[in-house]
Antibody, heavy 121, light 110 residues
Framework: QVQLVQSGAEVKKPGASVKVSCKASGYTFTTFGITWVRQAPGQGLEWMGWISAYNRNTNYAQKLQGRVTMTTDTSTSTAYMELRSLRSGDTAVYYC??????????????WGKGTTVTVSS | QSVLTQPPSVSGAPGQRVTISCTGSSSNIGAGYDVHWYQQLPGTAPKLLIYGNSNRPSGVPDRFSGSKSGTSASLAITGLQAEDEADYYCQSYDSSLSALFGGGTKLTVL
């Protein structure tokens, strides 16, 4: 079955970086994109960006431009999201989700279970 | 403040019908971009509920339906059940193909 398995929880100090992984299985990795979404405690969903697993094209949320990098490794069917210069407001659960293209945009049909990132001094 | 506006909460008794609205603008929903809906049960990852405005993925009961008109979209849930108690999010796009989420609606089954 299609699944996305994310890396474990992280605790980071302000100013540090975090890299979250998302390993896909059960489908041809390069046929779909991967989206990253985060959710701060008690808050709603926030789209962070998208990467095509086919050609590695990316589209990042404007508010994260310059701090976020999304990559893929097709040899291991794994997507990565790195966030730098962490601050307390980055404390959240980070989700990866498979993006299915539809009429020029996409929807997220399979989600990972989430990775908790805590930023604290 | 989300670009897509949802009511913070809705409620209904078991068996009733509830609707959740998602209001955007001419820059997103009104520009023709699709609306998708996700259900998030407490402590779990979101789950795709409706895609492409009105399509249900395999396994989603037909009690859930979606529609879109102009700059808004709606999710309707009929025959409300206790297990439907969750947060619901709409999602669309803007002209830069940045995905937009609504602020979320908490559904309480009375």
């Amino acid at each position: 079955q299609v699944q996305l398995v994310q890396s474990g929880a992280e605790v980071k100090k302000p100013g540090a970086s975090v890299k979250v992984s998302c390993k896909a299985s059960g489908y041809t990795f390069t046929t779909f994109g991967i989206t990253w979404v985060r959710q701060a405690p008690g808050q709603g969903l926030e789209w962070m960006g998208w990467i095509s697993a086919y050609n590695r094209n990316t589209n990042y949320a404007q508010k994260l431009q310059g701090r976020v990098t999304m990559t893929t490794d097709t040899s291991t069917s794994t997507a990565y999201m790195e966030l730098r210069s962490l601050r307390s407001g980055d404390t959240a659960v980070y989700y990866c989700a498979r993006g299915v293209t539809l009429r020029g945009n996409y929807y997220m049909d399979v989600w990972g279970k989430g990775t908790t990132v805590t930023v604290s001094s | 403040q989300s670009v897509l506006t949802q009511p913070p909460s809705v409620s209904g008794a078991p068996g009733q019908r509830v609707t959740i609205s998602c209001t955007g603008s001419s820059s997103n929903i009104g520009a023709g971009y699709d609306v998708h809906w996700y259900q998030q049960l407490p402590g779990t990852a979101p789950k795709l509920l409706i895609y492409g405005n009105s399509n249900r993925p395999s396994g989603v009961p037909d009690r859930f339906s979606g529609s879109k008109s102009g700059t808004s979209a709606s999710l309707a849930i009929t025959g409300l059940q206790a297990e439907d108690e969750a947060d619901y999010y709409c999602q669309s796009y803007d002209s830069s193909l940045s995905a937009l989420f609504g602020g979320g609606t908490k559904l309480t089954v009375l």
